[in-house]
C-alpha cells in the first residue's frame, strides 16, 4: 500500500535540515505501534541473515529554495510525503495514528491535512517507474590493509543490475517465505540518472534518481513498487512511484 500525506506548516514555511531523511524516519517509528516499531527497528524481517524493514518514503515534495550556507532546505506551502510498505499492520498502523495528529520533524510541528492511500498493482512483466527518492545499490568490501570501504553502483552497470534483482528477491523470501520462480529480469533507463549524495548519521550515502523500465516477474517488481528498490529503503532510498499517476511536483533535494 502506498500512503500521500498533505502536511503544511502552521507558518506556511517548513524549514528542514537539507539531509533530513533521518527525521522522517524518526517520525514514521513515532508514529506507528509501540510493538510494531520495536520490532521492524529491531529485527525486520529477516532472510539469510539479512534483515528489510520493508517501508519506503519519498523526498518531501513541494516548492523549496534551498540555503548550502546554514545547510536547511524551505519547504512554501502545503507538501507532500508519500510512504509505502506491503505490509498491512504497518499502513494501518501509521494512518491510525497519523489522523487528527500532525507529526514532529524534528522540533518542528507538522500538521496532516489529509491522507490518501492506494495500492497500484502490477499485472504485467514490465513496468515504467519514476524514483521519487534516489535508489542506492552498493557492496561492502575489505581493503589489503584492513578495514571496508563501499563502492555505489550506477543504473549502467552490470552489477547495478545484478544487486537489485539479488535485493528484490531476497525481499520477496523473507515476507512472504518462498522462493521465487526464476526468471529474467532487467533494467533499462528511460532518462540521464542523477547522482544524489546524501549524508545519513555522518555517513555519505551516493544514489541515483531517474525514470527506468523495469522487466520481470509481476510477483517481484510488486514488491519493488511496494517495499522499494535497492537498498536502504527505511532509511528513505528508493521509493518508486508507477509513472502514469504523477502530478509533476517538484522534490525537495535530499
Do not use: W
Not at 216 to 227: F, I, K, M, S
Amino acid at each position: 500500500m502506498h500512503l500521500c500525506l498533505s502536511l503544511r506548516e502552521k507558518n506556511g514555511e517548513l524549514v528542514l535540515p537539507i539531509h533530513y531523511n533521518r527525521l522522517i524516519q524518526g517520525a514514521i517509528y513515532n508514529n506507528i505501534s509501540t510493538e510494531l516499531a520495536a520490532f521492524l527497528h529491531d529485527r525486520g524481517y529477516v532472510y539469510n541473515g539479512r534483515s528489510f524493514k520493508l517501508f519506503s518514503f519519498s523526498r518531501i515534495l513541494g516548492n523549496y529554495k534551498l540555503d548550502r550556507v546554514n545547510k536547511q532546505i524551505s519547504f512554501s506551502g502545503d507538501v507532500k510525503l508519500y510512504i509505502s510498505s506491503p505490509v498491512q499492520e504497518f499502513c494501518t498502523s501509521l494512518m491510525g495514528c497519523l489522523l487528527g495528529e500532525g507529526i514532529h520533524l524534528g522540533g518542528t510541528s507538522v500538521e496532516v491535512v489529509g491522507i490518501k492511500a492506494e495500492k497500484p498493482v502490477v499485472s504485467g512483466e514490465v513496468i515504467e517507474v519514476e524514483l521519487l527518492s534516489p535508489v542506492v545499490i552498493y557492496s561492502t568490501f575489505l581493503k589489503p590493509e584492513g578495514g571496508k570501504y563501499t563502492c555505489y553502483f550506477h543504473p549502467g552497470e552490470k552489477e547495478f543490475v545484478h544487486l537489485l534483482e539479488t535485493n528484490l528477491r531476497k525481499k520477496y523470501r523473507a515476507f512472504y517465505g518462498t522462493e521465487l520462480p526464476e526468471g529474467d529480469f532487467g533494467v533499462e533507463t528511460l532518462n540521464r540518472p542523477c547522482l544524489n549524495i546524501t549524508m545519513y548519521k555522518h555517513t555519505v550515502i551516493k544514489g541515483y534518481s531517474c525514470r527506468i523500465k523495469l522487466g520481470g516477474p509481476p510477483e517481484l517488481l510488486q514488491v519493488a513498487v511496494d517495499a522499494g528498490l535497492g537498498g536502504k529503503n527505511s532509511q528513505g532510498f528508493g521509493y518508486i512511484r508507477l509513472c502514469g499517476n504523477g502530478s509533476g511536483e517538484r522534490r525537495g533535494q535530499s
